[in-house]
């Protein structure tokens, strides 16, 4: 039995192409939408372009039918407005006047002549209101990534026989030879995604570990697992594939996605490759280095702030440069004996142009070549804009999104709808993507930054 979603402004500002991902079943459209979009359509950055191409769409079934009467969609389903409703009433304390509650009204209505009626809307607030007025409410679930602990971690532990783990180093292994064992004790095969990550255990020896990756036909050893980018040394198995990701050739691994708490070293070690890429090699990899990292809004207007586009997002970029400081002087005794020099030193990083920073609605419709591109707090994109960015990588470019699904500031995503979860789950298994997911225990700031992250 078709359904009638009606669909909230937020739905069409995130994902302008909504109303076409709701198959053979109808929707409709409160008049308050329209005056939305209307008040939306001139914004700059992001929210005005989706209005803009939310109103064009709109305006293309207008052209092929009566919006008022209902018009089929191309994918099936029809979409009309509902301009009607004004007398429905609302529970005690709703004001009549707020677009969200004007959109309750159009709920509420529909209701009582036809079933089942579902609101869609990314607003939390929203939703609880209309769990109170009886009406069915859910978030637009189309760009959703699964539930955080199921969610692809880019690594895996299995077994190996003794014979094949002892020869790891000289002779690849086939997937077909690693197991796992359920709970009754028998052996399970293992499902590996290409550029999966895989800790080997020898099946005599538990304590014996080696590191490889599925290359999407064997598993091979770790290349850079030796190497020490910019003096920094791997201390745990997820730095190991980290630095295994960031230092793959471009060729092979253009996208890096990097997923983990606070102080699990995200930010750090992809400035430390990047760095070791620009400045020790003979021939650098990189032209530059540039550093984004989204303010809530991703392109909010920045103009208030003084000075040029760099000064006017520095504080954004605190943390990179905190890392920055970490790099520039590895000796931890007198690396904060002389803060001015230790300043100077980050400051002609910038200053020689080996590092950028740019706000991250700069880069909309460019192409960005031979660039080692590091996009910090990537939780806090949506996933078109996780798109546009991977979207705009040019030859030579290699992208790092890092962030941490758990730590969302943007009001209207969640760990599951976020650009960072979303680009995750799909670019999952592209041999031209690593992906690691860096555990809690995995924590390297301090013994209190690790302690914090387990009982807070």
Partial sequence: MPKTYVLDTNVLIQAPYALQSFEDNHIVLPIAILEELDALKTSDGEKGANARQAI????????????????????????????????????EGFPEHKSDNRILKVCQALKETQAPVILV????????????????????????????DQQYTGRCE?????????????????????????????????????????????????????????????IVPLAYGKKKPYGVTPRNVGQYFLQEALMTDTDKAPLVIVKGTAGTAKTFYSL???????????????????ICRPNVQFDDDIGFLPGDESEKIAPLLRPAIDNLELLVDQNEKERFKDERSL????????????????????IRGRSVTKTYLVIDEAQNLTPKQAKGII???????????????????????????????????????????????LSADECERSALAMDAIKRM
Avoid: W
């Avoid at 100077?344 to 020689?352: A, C, Q």
């Avoid at 969302?408 to 592209?430: C, F, Q, V, W």
């Fill in 56 to 91: 064009r769409y709109l305006e293309s079934l207008r052209t092929a039918g009566n919006l008022l009467e209902g018009v089929p969609l191309p994918d099936g389903g029809t979409l009309r407005l509902e301009v009607n409703c004004v007398h429905v009433k609302l529970p």
């Fill in 158 to 218: 299995a077994y190996v026989s003794e014979k094949k783990f002892e020869s790891f180093k000289k002779k690849h292994i086939s997937p077909d030879a690693l197991y796992l064992m359920d709970e009754a004790g028998q052996k399970r095969a293992v499902a590996l995604v290409p550029n999966q990550f895989v800790i080997l255990r020898a099946d005599q020896s538990d304590r014996k570990t080696q590191l490889g990756r599925f290359d999407g036909e064997k």
């Fill in 272 to 290: 430390a490759v990047g760095l070791n890429a620009v400045m020790e090699l003979e021939e650098p990899a990189y032209r530059r280095i540039l």
């Fill in 121 to 148: 809307t990314k607003d939390i607030l929203v939703r609880i209101k209309a769990q109170m007025m009886g009406i069915e409410a859910e978030d637009f679930t189309t760009e959703q990534a699964p539930i955080g």
């Fill in 343 to 362: 300043s100077g030193k980050v400051e002609e990083l910038f200053d020689r142009g080996i590092i950028i920073a740019q706000a991250l609605n700069f």
């Fill in 391 to 437: 979207t705009r990588a040019g030859i030579g470019t290699k992208v790092i999104l890092l962030g941490d699904p758990n730590q969302i500031d943007h009001p209207l995503l969640d760990e599951r709808t976020n650009g960072l979860s979303y680009a995750a789950e799909k670019m999952k298994g592209s041999p031209l993507c690593y992906q690691i997911t």
